[in-house]
């Protein structure tokens, strides 16, 4: 069956190191989001691709980037990790632009900035 | 711009009691709306959406209807079971938004044996 994964599901870092979490997703679609959940917050927008070499920033992508080389990843990247980006990271993905589409969620990472 | 605004939790319920849960909506033109769930540890499942005014969805007893004239999607529920404790999202995705997705905060049901 197809899937979209994120790995690791759990990672604990130290402030200013570089981190790179994964997403791969198995339907061959070509939107990849990522967002963060905080609690109060909901599920805000860091970054997004509608397809390969394509990257756009989202309401928070301040201190996060992103790289499409291929259809299948979108890796996210904390370039010097902070305190504030202690949060659970999701990844999901839909297959067209229309409105009506469902996006599909992977099951998370949890990120802790010690 | 384009936002939701979603009941505040938590909720408890008792087994079998009527859930209903408000969201509203801003946007311009006729977006799309969904409702997500997620259960303890996991990631956000499609609960149901509908994608026109006055359409209803619907799926494992739970209904919403696109309300354009009060711009709602209130989730409903006749008889809720323990298995429908989790945390329970609204969210837009604007006619010309590219996919894009609003969600609300989020709302925690608990239900009790």
């Known amino acids: 069956d197809a899937e979209i994964t994120q790995s690791p599901r759990h990672k604990i870092t130290e402030t200013g190191r570089q981190v790179t979490l994964a997403c791969h997703q198995t339907?061959?679609?070509?939107?990849m989001f990522w967002y963060r959940q905080d609690l109060g917050h909901g599920l805000r927008l860091i970054h997004y691709?509608?397809?390969?070499?394509?990257?756009n920033k989202g309401e928070v992508s301040d201190g996060y980037s992103v790289s499409r080389s291929n259809t299948e990843d979108l890796p996210l990247t904390l370039e010097s990790a902070a305190s504030s980006q202690t949060s659970v990271y999701f990844c999901?993905?839909?297959?067209?632009?229309?409105?009506?589409?469902?996006?599909?969620f992977g099951p998370g990472t949890r990120l802790t900035v010690l | 711009g384009d936002s939701v605004t979603q009941m505040e939790g938590p909720v408890t319920l008792s087994e079998e009691a009527f859930l209903t849960i408000n969201c509203t909506y801003t946007?311009?033109?006729?977006?799309?709306l969904f409702w997500y769930v997620q259960y303890p540890g996991e990631g956000l499942q499609l609960l149901l959406k509908?994608?026109?005014?006055?359409d209803k969805g619907s799926n494992k007893g739970f209904e919403a209807t696109y309300r354009k004239e009060t711009t709602s999607f209130h989730l409903e529920k006749g008889s809720v079971q323990v298995s429908d404790s989790a945390v329970y999202f609204c969210?837009?995705?604007?006619?010309?938004?590219?996919?894009?997705?609003?969600f609300g905060t989020g709302t925690s049901l608990t239900v009790i044996p």
């Open positions: 999901a993905s839909s297959p067209t632009l229309q409105s009506t589409d469902t996006q599909y």
């Open positions: 339907w061959n679609h070509n939107n």
């Open positions: 691709s509608y397809g390969v070499q394509d990257t």
């Open positions: 946007a311009t033109g006729y977006p799309s």
């Open positions: 509908a994608t026109k005014a006055d």
């Open positions: 969210a837009l995705s604007p006619s010309q938004g590219g996919n894009q997705f609003y």
